[in-house]
C-alpha cells in the first residue's frame, strides 16, 4: 500500500514539475488559459444528490443533502455476506478530497469512524489507509489509497436501499 501512495505521489509530482516547464515556455496569453483550464478540472464541483454503486450483490447510497463549509449526508451500505450499516456523514471538502466521521447503526450498536472519498469525474472513490489504535481513524491521512473498485456515481436519487 506504501509503494501504491509513493507512485501515486510521484506521479503527481511529475505533472506538476512538466506544468511549470510548459508555462515557463509558453507565451503568457497561452499560459493563462492553460491555468484556467487546470484549475476547472483540478477542483470537481461536489452537489447536493445521490451517489450510488450497485454491483455484485453490493451496495451503497450516499446522498448529500448539504454542501457548504460542512457537507452533510445519509450513507448506507449493504455489503454481500456483511451486515448492513446505515448512517450520516459530516465532513469538508478540500482539494477534491471529502473526509469527515461517519455515524452509524450495525448490529444495533452506534459507531463512529473516520471515513474518505476522493471526488473525481462525479464520482466518489472510497480511500483506505491503516488506522490508529482505537481503529476508528487515520493514522495517515497523508498515505491513503483511493483504488476502491466500488466507485460511486451520481445519479438520480430514486432508488432505495
Known amino acids: ?83 448492513a450499516n446505515t448512517g450520516t456523514f459530516a465532513g469538508e471538502l478540500k482539494d477534491s478530497i471529502l473526509i469527515g466521521s461517519y455515524t452509524f447503526v450495525s448490529e444495533g450498536m452506534e459507531s463512529t469512524r473516520e471515513i474518505v472519498f476522493l471526488l473525481k469525474d462525479d464520482q466518489l472513490i472510497e480511500g483506505y489507509g491503516e ?6 481513524a487515520f493514522k495517515d491521512k497523508n498515505a491513503l489509497s483511493f483504488s476502491s473498485s466500488m466507485p460511486l456515481s451520481k445519479t438520480d436519487c430514486d432508488s432505495e436501499m
Not at 131 to 136: A, N
Open 1 to 83: 500500500m506504501k509503494k501504491i501512495a509513493l507512485v501515486f505521489f510521484l506521479i503527481i509530482l511529475a505533472v506538476n514539475c512538466k506544468t511549470k516547464e510548459e508555462k515557463n515556455s509558453a507565451e503568457p496569453e497561452i499560459s493563462t488559459e492553460m491555468t484556467e483550464e487546470k484549475m476547472e478540472t483540478s477542483s470537481p464541483i461536489l452537489e447536493t444528490g445521490c451517489y450510488i454503486y450497485e454491483a455484485n450483490g453490493n451496495k451503497i447510497r450516499f446522498e448529500i443533502t448539504a454542501v457548504s463549509e460542512t457537507v452533510l449526508g445519509n450513507l448506507d451500505y449493504a455489503l454481500k455476506e456483511k451486515d
Open 131 to 136: 488506522l490508529d489504535e482505537t481503529g476508528t
